[in-house]
């Protein structure tokens, strides 16, 4: 069983529809985070939860909104989306904050907005 | 202002052969962190190699090796005796001591060829 999976794999949705990307770690971390990946960028980050509270969101508009039930569960729920929305989306998690705890990423969700 | 740099968009080595992958960073921190990740087409991120600043020697896992030679600030992750398995994509990011943020580079693109 992988340390971080991500569902579904992948996702194609219109710009009215609502959907939601789930991340579940098995590794006992108590960090999790979401990237977005787009053609020819680097990763960008999205939102950080330490223990369950958000301690970053970054910039990221209204219309991704996320929701960390436990230290293990994190959701990205999707709104009225863009076509430039368009990306790889990961999710990660660490032990720690910082450090030299490196982060672990899951398979990611490609998400094509029609 | 861009903290990684990665110089090669893509590379192409022979399988058995041996190839550098180039990482200059920018910080004025003393105490940092250097990773490596993996990316196969599939869109895991894998990590690789971890590099302390304080860390005199240079870090060894496997077949990778990271000369990380501090005053240029460069940290380029050597693969030794590449296999087909070893195309991918390639990450090199840094965390700074007082920020649990990684900053990624652009990535560099790696093909091995039979």
């Known amino acids: 069983e992988t340390g971080v999976t991500q569902t579904p794999r992948h996702l194609v949705m219109g710009m009215t529809n609502k959907k939601s990307l789930k991340c579940e770690q098995h590794?006992?971390?108590?960090?999790m985070y979401w990237y977005k990946q787009s053609a020819k960028k680097p990763l960008e980050l999205m939102f950080v939860?330490?223990?369950?509270?958000?301690?970053e969101n970054n910039s990221v508009p209204s219309r991704f909104s996320p929701e960390c039930p436990n230290s293990s569960h994190l959701f990205l729920h999707l709104h009225t989306l863009q076509p430039e929305d368009s990306a790889l989306y990961l999710c990660a998690s660490s032990h720690t904050l910082g450090g030299d705890q490196p982060q672990h990423f899951g398979d990611g969700t490609r998400l094509s907005i029609l | 202002a861009q903290k990684i740099t990665q110089t090669q968009p893509g590379m192409f080595v022979q399988e058995k052969e041996a190839v550098t992958l180039d990482c200059t960073y920018d910080?004025?921190?003393?105490?940092?962190?250097l990773f490596w990740y993996k990316q196969p087409s599939s869109g895991e991120m894998i990590f690789l190699i971890y590099?302390?600043?304080?860390?005199?020697q240079n870090a060894t896992e496997g077949r990778y090796s990271l000369n990380f030679q501090k005053a240029r600030k460069s940290a380029n992750l050597v693969i030794s005796a590449s296999q087909l398995g070893d195309s991918a994509m390639y990450f090199c990011a840094m965390r700074e001591v007082n920020d649990y943020k990684l900053s990624f580079g652009a990535g560099t693109t790696v093909t091995v060829r039979a």
């Open positions: 910080t004025s921190d003393q105490s940092y962190g």
């Open positions: 590794l006992g971390h108590n960090a």
């Open positions: 590099q302390g600043s304080y860390d005199e």
């Open positions: 939860y330490n223990f369950k509270e958000q301690t």
